[in-house]
């Protein structure tokens, strides 16, 4: 919800209001800004990719620093003293900006603005509904883009995150003056970085762009929201979720008449037919994983059922009312085995 402020609140803060005859008209785009806990880049390296997905274009950037990268999407700077605002706001880098947009043109005719020194404007909500305009793209290109690059940065010996720090709404006029919304979320937490160079980053790209449209829609918004998540029980539940999802889709992509008779070729159809009765008939969640470890994903381990069955099991107390928690590490275990499924279950 966006707090209203008095006329005198707003002027004290540096907004005049303007009317009619002061309208602005600009077409806008989201920049959604993540730091990257757990690698580091080149010096100076900025790496910029582009895609669609679900129908919508975006431009990405990655560099260790936020102004590189906004002046590879915008031709601005984020901010005028970047050191400083990452002292400020405890961010270091590397970041990863998401541009969405831009759109057609919006136009106000009232509300508040602030002129800036260098010409440009910032509007307080006065376009609300290029706000919602972005937001529905956003909520269909971002999930399965982080989902892409949790996927594509993590390896099995470093762990990798990206958060969301802030977001920018950012327009230009017809004559090029840049009108800005911006609001800012940070959170904290300590990883070990591992060295990217600009060639690997270029491809870890390449990547992104190839995964994040094959990815399910479901299940990448569901582990997004689990990478964003600071409570552990939601962030439990939203992996697990995630599971569940990939799981029943795979089982329903299975042909169980083709992979029993891999099994049981020299058994004839007798018994091929009764297994094939007793699969399509399974409803637990638990032995459909071990089905599809077995005919979808090889790359599972005996370990990974196992670690299944456990996460299951405190899901299951959950939802009994067993109890109100996930014992401690278990939301960091599901991630684990839910980025695991969601690289190995794309399309």
Not at 71 to 91: G, M, V
Not at 223 to 242: N, T
Request: hydrophobic share 40%; net charge neutral; with cysteine.
């Amino acid at each position: 919800m966006t707090l209203k402020f008095s006329s005198a609140a707003m002027k004290a803060m540096g907004y005049k209001e303007f009317t009619e005859a002061e309208a602005i008209s600009a077409s806008f785009s989201s920049i959604t800004i993540y730091q990257v806990k757990g690698i580091s880049l080149e010096a100076n390296s900025t790496e910029i990719s582009s895609g669609t997905i679900a129908r919508v274009d975006y431009r990405l950037a990655i560099s260790s620093s936020i102004n590189a990268a906004c002046t590879a999407l915008l031709q601005d700077n984020f901010t005028d003293d970047e050191e400083k605002w990452k002292i400020d706001s405890n961010c270091q880098g590397p970041f990863v900006l998401i541009q969405i947009g831009p759109t057609p043109e919006h136009k106000c005719a009232n509300g508040h603005i602030a002129v800036e020194k260098d010409g440009s404007i910032i509007t307080y909500d006065c376009f609300p509904t290029v706000r919602a305009e972005l937001a529905e793209l956003e909520s269909r290109v971002l999930p399965p883009i982080i989902s892409a690059l949790t996927c594509v940065f993590n390896v099995d010996t470093h762990y990798v995150v990206f958060k969301k720090i802030t977001s920018l709404f950012t327009g230009k006029t017809s004559s090029g003056i840049l009108v800005r919304d911006t609001r800012i979320e940070f959170r904290a937490e300590g990883l070990v970085s591992y060295k990217q160079a600009n060639q690997q980053v270029a491809e870890k790209l390449d990547l992104v762009k190839n995964l994040a449209s094959t990815l399910n829609p479901k299940a990448s918004r569901f582990f997004s929201l689990g990478l964003s998540e600071i409570d552990q029980l939601k962030k439990f539940l939203y992996f697990f979720l995630e599971l569940e999802i990939e799981t029943h889709a795979a089982f329903g992509r299975i042909n169980h008449e083709t992979e029993i008779k891999k099994l049981l070729d020299k058994n004839g159809l007798p018994i091929t037919k009764l297994i094939q009765i007793q699969l399509t008939g399974l409803k637990n969640i638990y032995d459909k994983f071990i089905w599809c470890a077995t005919c979808e994903w090889p790359e599972i381990s005996d370990s990974d059922i196992t670690e299944f069955k456990l996460l299951k099991k405190e899901r299951d107390n959950i939802a009994h009312g067993s109890t109100s928690e996930p014992p401690p590490g278990f939301a960091l275990r599901a991630e684990k085995l839910a980025h695991k499924i969601l690289w190995l279950a794309k399309n």
